[in-house]
């Protein structure tokens, strides 16, 4: 939600330092290249391939890669950082470090996620609260909240169908304010707000404007790290990543770094639980995974020197691990508290084969293109063939050409961006503009000429998206590719949509939006009829919420027909007549959302 205007004179530093990383024009050129492949908590019986688990969600790693000298003293380069930290503020955002977790969940600040890169990188940044001062509350920021283009509401375990898809409508979000009371994070916020051409339509509801940004307009001039951002690599595959040496680094003792985190993976030595305020216990206590702080990141290292050829180099196992709190970048000796299961702990990375046999790192030194670039240029623009177009609501499908490098073969690779945009916003894109946009998983090279189908996932339902790729070849990237493309509209068919009420109340956390969602899911477990007649509104009540969602008086006019309902609620749960809703901590009922 940066205007582009503002950022345009750091995207272009950020593309001439990727220039001069990447060109092959002047000097000795050496390049390392290494791999690994991330492993899942969950397999396939029949297949064996990784499957998405509900009841206990593998939502990725969270994976860093750099460089520093042997002895770990002297930071030399981040060669990638997973989009979660680097782009979507994972390690600094609003709210508790302890809150439950979830597919896109908004609030929880996760300090933890990669401690020995953060503090051995040292770069620090203002640490972020609450818009209005609450920290320890997951719902009831719609005063202080404003429109949300990646994140969805909080989700109760039932709603989790998969990693991708929200589980209501759009949500609004409070983006956070720099406190400077806190200690400073060495994360950096979300970058990924770029466009502020939306118009934000206060609710009537809230007691502040709903429409307040914070000091988000900020944090994409503050976020450094877009031009590294990676999305995160897929399971079932080998993930390579190159690395070419600067020129004039001295050839000495060097390694390379691996960091891998992951949430709800903890053991018997790392439970935490999670934490939810007696209110919030009250009317959220279904809401997110508890325990999503497992085990602490666990650090991979590979040894080299650059005083001569980098032979094929692997290993096996982590060097350490860091601090579960990420309260410092301490580098802890692996020990027996660190599991090795299948996609926990140790085993975040899966043995795979490379150069130099199997390990779970591999790096190797590779030849530079022999190519002349005072007579060659970059790649030609990729031909994108087919307009993108919406398969579902979470992803996008389109197809492009593959083009050559100037040696005439394959190029290097491709990189595929993205980000939520209005009706107006490419009218002001340029080459620059797309390094702050969010990395996708980059199509995958073939012959030039081959015509290549790839999909887009991870996308919000019904929002607009601007779509770039571009190629990279031995003698730079070529002018990226600009589409557009407009996701379907969900079809919610959870139990707990309330699409209806989310709209009139302007927000699903709305304490009275929860207690008849909450109801109506204690209902339809005991009745088939019910059931039935909430599949039913899942089908026709999306249509009718868009209808209310723009009108203030059909809005004004459903909470008042809603209202009755919502006392009716309150009163069942006072008698305990609901049994199976939450009590208040101190053991007496919980009553009726606050005036």
């Known amino acids: 939600m940066i205007p582009v205007r503002a950022v345009a004179a750091l995207s272009l530093t950020a593309t001439l330092s990727l220039a001069a990383r990447h060109a092959a024009a002047g000097g000795a050129c050496r390049l390392l290249q290494f791999s690994f492949e991330p492993d899942c908590l969950v397999r396939d019986a029949t297949s064996g391939k990784c499957r998405f688990e509900p009841t206990r969600p593998d939502l990725g790693p969270q994976i860093a890669v750099w ?86 509401r909080p989700m109760m375990p039932s709603e989790i169908v998969d990693a991708v898809t929200c589980a209501s409508g759009n949500f609004r979000s409070a983006k956070g304010l720099f406190d400077d009371t806190m200690p400073k994070s060495f994360y950096p916020p979300r970058g990924d707000l770029l466009d502020w051409d939306d118009l934000c339509v206060p609710l009537v509801t809230a007691d502040g404007t709903s429409c307040d940004y914070g000091d988000a307009r900020m944090f994409g001039l503050i976020n450094d790290l877009d031009a590294i951002a990676a999305a995160t690599p897929p399971y079932d595959q080998t993930y390579t990543g190159t690395w070419r040496v600067p020129e004039g680094l001295a050839a000495g003792a060097y390694a390379l770094m691996i960091e891998v985190s992951k949430e709800l993976d903890g053991n018997a030595s790392y439970t935490h639980s999670s934490y939810l305020s007696p209110f919030e216990t009250t009317y959220y206590g279904g809401y997110g995974l508890d325990g999503n702080v497992g085990q602490p990141s666990v650090v991979y290292r590979v040894p080299f020197s650059l005083a001569a050829a980098v032979p094929a180099t692997t290993t096996d196992a982590p060097v ?65 063939d ?38 107006s916003f490419l009218q002001s894109v340029d080459e620059t503009t797309f390094l702050r946009w969010t990395p996708a998983p980059p199509p995958r090279v073939d012959a030039p000429g081959t015509v290549t189908t790839t999909t887009l996932p991870l996308l919000s339902p019904d929002t607009s998206y601007a ?89 004004q006019l459903t909470r008042a027909l809603l209202r009755p309902f919502a006392r009716l609620n309150a009163a069942a749960l006072a008698r305990g007549a609901l049994k199976g809703l939450p009590l208040a901590k101190d053991g007496a009922p919980a009553g009726a959302a606050p005036p």
């Open 67 to 152: 460089i520093e000298s042997a002895d770990g003293a002297t930071f030399v380069d981040t060669v990638m950082v997973t989009n979660a930290v680097a782009l979507y503020g994972l390690g600094n955002r609003p709210g508790r470090w302890d809150f439950p977790s979830g597919p896109k969940f908004p609030y929880g600040r996760r300090p933890m996620s990669l401690p020995v890169w953060a503090h051995r990188r040292g770069v620090q940044y203002g640490a972020l609260a609450m818009n209005d001062g609450d920290d320890d509350d997951i719902g009831d920021h719609a005063a202080v909240s404003s429109p949300e283009p990646h994140f969805c």
């Open 320 to 384: 350490g691990y860091g601090d579960w709190t990420g309260a410092a970048g301490t580098l802890s000796p692996l020990d027996a508290t660190i599991s090795d299961g299948a996609g926990t702990g140790a085993g975040r990375l899966r043995t795979s084969d490379g150069p130099g046999g199997p390990g779970r790192v591999h790096l190797v030194e590779v030849a530079c293109a022999a190519l002349d670039c005072t007579e060659s240029a970059p790649p030609a623009q990729p031909a994108v």
């Open 386 to 423: 087919a307009t993108p177009r919406a398969q579902d609501a979470a992803a996008a499908t389109f197809s492009f050409r593959q083009v050559a490098d100037g040696n005439g073969g394959p190029v290097i690779g491709y990189e595929l961006r993205y980000t939520p945009v209005t009706a």
């Open 467 to 555: 779509i770039s790729l571009r190629a990279q070849g031995s003698c730079g990237w070529s002018a990226p590719t600009f589409s557009r493309v407009t996701t379907a509209r969900a079809v919610y068919k959870q139990l707990s949509g309330c699409v209806i009420a989310t709209a009139a109340y302007g927000s699903a956390l709305a304490p009275d939006v929860v207690l008849m969602r909450r109801e109506r899911d204690w209902a339809a477990a005991r009745s088939s009829a019910v059931r039935l007649a909430a599949l039913l509104y899942g089908d026709t009540a999306p249509p009718l919420a868009g209808l209310i969602g723009r009108s203030e008086t059909a809005r």
